[in-house]
Nanobody, 127 residues
Framework: QVQLVESGGGSVQAGGSLRPSCVAS????????MGWFRQAPGHSREFVGA????????RYADSVEGRFTIPRDNAENTVFLQMNSLKPEDTAVYYC????????????????????WGQGTQVTVSS
């Protein structure tokens, strides 16, 4: 199985940027479709975006489309979440997750499709 460790969260003012990373160990990151989810206090975990393992096709939640991207570096076993133009409503704990999904162009958006999860990294955006 794969172990995932996130880092790179933090506090930033609205309009700023952050780039959390997720490093995989135990198995190659290239074996998985990788997703990012977030959970704010009092809210359920929600899909942020994902990148497929075979074609690196990405998909994003409407709330982050155009502001967030997900680069992956299989050689470094790392996936990133590039967050630009951050808003206070982006404040949450962000989790990376790995899915065995073999779909080349449509990464899953539901949390149960992901088998492995990191511990999360806090992102706080102040107005």
């Amino acid at each position: 199985q794969v172990q995932l460790v996130e880092s790179g969260g933090g506090s930033v003012q609205a309009g700023g940027s952050l780039r959390p990373s997720c490093v995989a160990s135990g198995r190659a990151l290239s074996r998985y479709t990788m997703g990012w989810f977030r959970q704010a206090p009092g809210h359920s975990r929600e899909f942020v975006g994902a990148i497929t393992r075979f074609t690196s096709t990405t998909r994003y939640a409407d709330s982050v489309e155009g502001r967030f991207t997900i680069p992956r570096d299989n050689a470094e076993n790392t996936v990133f979440l590039q967050m630009n133009s951050l808003k206070p409503e982006d404040t949450a704990v962000y989790y990376c997750a790995a899915s065995p999904s073999s779909s080349p162009y449509a990464a899953p958006v539901h949390a149960p499709s992901y088998d492995y999860w990191g511990q999360g990294t806090q992102v706080t955006v102040s107005s």
